[in-house]
């Protein structure tokens, strides 16, 4: 199963009536996107960066099962499942103090991400076909310009992630040049 706009928005408000206290989630992945509207775009899950969220985890866990959502699953999962990852300095690796950009309140749930450029240069170290189209989406719904994205992707704190992010940016530079062409 899959999570579009209307789906997420839904679990951000029940999850916002079931917490008894105010909590932060700071969203990273492909959440952000889905929230503001990119057309298309799903996922099954809701990376959450934990740096950069305050929340009560025994609080959070009850709330996401009793919504039916799976919280921080390890292993295998059923396919149809939804669950919220709760993601680690690891793989990614974020600055350890960044800009957030709210994106909601939802009753006691605030629902912040990292600023647009910062999430796209994390996407850009991965660099797959789908995290090269997030980005080109962010550089066109918020103006980015390709040195944001640069500045970025030199406040990542591994470097060969800055030089994985490096190479990947050239593919969104091309998409943005052929879209500009069309137009």
Known sequence: MTIDRESLVRIFDALGQKLG???TICVIGSSPGIVLGQPERQSSDIDVWRQRSAYDETELRRACQELGLLFDPKGELDPDAIYLQVVQPGIVKLPVDFQVEILG????????MPAPALLSAAKLVRGDARD???VAW???ERALQMDEIRVAIGSLPDLSQREAASENIVLVELIVAGERRLT
Do not use: N
């Open 21 to 23: 206290k105010p909590t």
């Open 105 to 112: 309140q939802f009753g006691v749930l605030t629902v912040a």
């Open 132 to 134: 090269i189209e997030d």
């Open 138 to 140: 962010w550089v066109k």
